[in-house]
């Protein structure tokens, strides 16, 4: 059994352009997320999977000066880019993540392939119960397999796994339980826009080691969205 992260990443944001490689207090968006991955690297592969636009070959530069392996595939199909990176990676699980989270939980990563695992689950989540930006998800290939078989619609290769979750009375599924101090789901953490850029700045400024717990950013956010 083989277990992969895979962040899908690229510069081509609409509202923040080039946001993945925004400094961030110390150092950029993405390096904040694989520093952090870094501390589970015994429990699953992290891969990077931007898209084969000229635009993104600084992404695949990063990755090769950061010892970060990276797939490149289909701008629009993300769902493609997905399967055939856990086909090259030959994944039997996959953890999916996107480039604009800075404050992965790592505990919760690694609570989460464990809960998924040991559920013998197709598909298992923590985003409805973490912070937005925090939680994530996890499939099996073989269910990846077949969302890439009976995907039909549009939005169902823009998004990794819309076709999963209109169907999940098809899946053996679950929710993660988390402290009750981590289940904020309403607090923001992602980076979209620019204010979602310097809330982050601020949580990384001020936190105590750089990169924060996920309570230290629920509290930061907290301030910082009290002192706008």
């Known amino acids: 059994m ?9 510069m081509g944001s609409t509202r923040l352009p080039g946001k993945i490689l925004k400094t961030i207090n110390d150092r950029v968006l993405l390096a904040h997320i694989t520093d952090r991955l870094s501390a589970i690297k015994d429990k699953a592969k992290v891969v990077i999977a931007t898209s084969n636009l ?27 880019r997905y399967y055939q990176c856990a086909a090259r990676e030959n994944f039997s699980h996959i953890v999916r993540m996107t480039a604009d989270n800075p404050f992965p939980d790592v505990e ?21 119960v973490l912070p937005i930006g925090v939680g994530c998800e996890i499939f099996s290939f073989s269910t990846l397999e077949e969302d890439m ?12 796994d819309e076709y999963i ?4 009375k098809d899946y053996k599924h679950g929710v993660l339980t988390v402290p009750e101090a ?5 607090v923001r953490l992602t980076v979209d826009t620019e204010e979602d850029y310097n809330k982050a700045c601020y949580i990384a400024k001020n936190c105590a080691t750089g990169l924060a717990t996920c309570e230290e950013a629920i509290a930061l956010a907290t301030k910082y969205e009290n002192m706008q």
Do not use: M, Y
């Not at 083989?2 to 690229?10: D, L, N, P, S, Y």
């Not at 990755?63 to 990276?70: A, G, P, Q």
């Not at 919760?108 to 409805?128: M, P, T």
């Not at 981590?182 to 309403?186: D, F, L, M, T």
């Open 165 to 168: 979750l209109e169907n999940l």
């Open 54 to 80: 000229p635009g993104d070959d600084v992404v695949e530069e990063w990755c090769n000066e950061n010892n970060v392996s990276c797939f490149r595939g289909d701008e629009q199909n993300v769902l493609s």
């Open 149 to 160: 078989r009976l995907a039909t619609l549009p939005h169902h290769f823009e998004h990794v």
């Open 182 to 186: 981590k289940n904020r789901p309403e």
């Open 2 to 10: 083989k277990v992969g992260i895979i962040i899908q990443a690229r």
């Open 108 to 128: 919760e990563v690694a609570n989460l392939i464990d809960f998924h695992i040991n559920s013998h689950n197709d598909f298992s989540e923590s985003f409805s």
